[in-house]
């Protein structure tokens, strides 16, 4: 059947043919007449028919107003979701002096399962087994990676294999994660208005998600001060709960926190305690050239000296995964042995 790119994504404009295209993951504006696309390798630039400026700046308005936000002088920062599950991320003039900035994600109709994952070749050799029992056992589980690396697409296949007869609570900034799962709850984080109220952050409905029955509380991104909230949630009894974070391994994941946590007014050693019992395990996803994959799983442990570090339980090295001194706890926990150390193709 042919599908109708333009009738399927009419606020996309002339961007509309690139986020139909198999395997684009990004599609960039930042100046008249070009978009810079990704589409695995590296970003590719393409003439669009974007004339000018004023163009630029039409089209983001108008994809604002799809993902029914204002766009204008007066609010010149937007994120939203589009009605295809898109993310839509735009700056106005003055904030990007010379020209409107799209930044466009885009977003699988259906959420790819761990399948998908083994046979994109994300998930390898034991980890399917490990992630499975993970969310069988009921693992606090943080998600790491740079931007782009895969993290909502991994923890939303993680969210797939939640029990069907759980509740699973989301929330987030935009509203991105649709997992197939068949009761989830979600909710999205409301920017204030142009008179500056009416704003209801992450932290409260961090809180709010509390007393709504949740099986399982997710954070879409941990990003700012509600690290705090999400600490609390996790460290009073509420298990197999899970959050991303932007962090370049899992080693630097201690130190992305106690940095969250002095937003919400956190000290280090208050953020290192609590973080150590509210997370069982982190994994790691990694781009790797036009691949993604899950490189490390760890665990947050206390050292010595009582500061908060990551260790090892299973390391993806030249081919093949390697345990580290974490694994022997982290493998009982998951009720699993494993054999690793063979080469995966
Ligand atoms: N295993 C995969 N196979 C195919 N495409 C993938 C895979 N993992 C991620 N992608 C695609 O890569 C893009 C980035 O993934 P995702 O949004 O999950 O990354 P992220 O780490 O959450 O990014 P951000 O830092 O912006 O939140 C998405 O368009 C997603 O569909
Ligand atoms: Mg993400």
Redesign the pocket.
Known sequence: MEVNEEAERPWAGPLGPLLARPGV?DVLVQEPGYAWVDSGGALARETVDLPDADAVRALAVRMAGAGGRRLDDAAPLVDARLPDGTRLHAVLPPLAPDCAAISL????ARA?DMED?VA?G?VTGPLGQVLRAMVARRLSVLVT?A????????LASLLSLVDSGERILIIEEAGELSPAHPHVVRLVERRANIEGSGAVGLSTLVREAMRMRPDRVVLG?CRGAEVREVLSVFNTGHRGGFA?L?ANSPADAPARLVALGSLAGLDQRTVELQAAIAFDAVVH?ERIGDA?RVTRVATLARAADASLTAVDALVWDRGRWVTGPAWESLGVRLGIEIEVGLRVA
């Open positions: 993951t994600r885009s977003v699988r790819l994952l994109s994300m990676g931007t782009g690396s895969g993290k909502t697409t991994l991104e991303t932007h996803v993604r």
